[in-house]
């Protein structure tokens, strides 16, 4: 039986390098999984949005500006990097996270937790849904391409805010769930 509970975690950054650039978004779907006549069901015990406040934003890369929507007068009232990650750790503690890419957003988020001295207390399993998908892909043979939009095209989940975290977060969650219907 599972009982960890699953964190859906979507980042958006100002570019693509943890060193360089930072997290200015994170989304949370926080899901408990509980067995049904063998069945798994999955329940949303809750969704967090949390807007970082940039620290070192002349680093930032524009087009990642552009994709993910950033506006300084949205970011006003932002959490600073360390509030938000002692929040996120809190809510995720003994889960396993999953995200879209993983690598990337988990980058950006153990860079984070470092730099802020706030402890992981996420469990060490992690699952990403680009790997899922490729392992799954045979069985449909129509999946040809990894991206979230692209995916989730595939399987007609709807993202309307694409490139907001937990807008992305919600959707790597829905496809999660479809993905492993397969």
Known sequence: MHTQHLAFIDTETTGFDP?????????????????????????ILEELDLKVKPEHIETAEPGALRVNGYDEADWVFAYSLKEAMTILAKKTEGA????????????????AFSMTGIPNKMHFHK?????????????????????????????????KKAHTALADARATYELYKKLLAL
């Open 96 to 111: 396993i996270m999953v995200a879209h890419n993983l690598s990337f957003d988990y980058g950006f988020l153990m860079k």
């Open 19 to 43: 060193e360089k650039q930072e997290m200015i978004q994170i989304g949370l779907v926080l899901v408990s999984q509980e067995e049904e006549n063998g069945v798994t069901k999955y329940k």
């Open 127 to 159: 699952l990403d849904t680009i790997s899922i998908a490729f392992a799954k892909s045979k069985k449909r043979g129509d999946i040809d391409k990894f991206s979230l939009h692209h995916l989730c095209s595939i399987f007609g989940i709807e993202n």
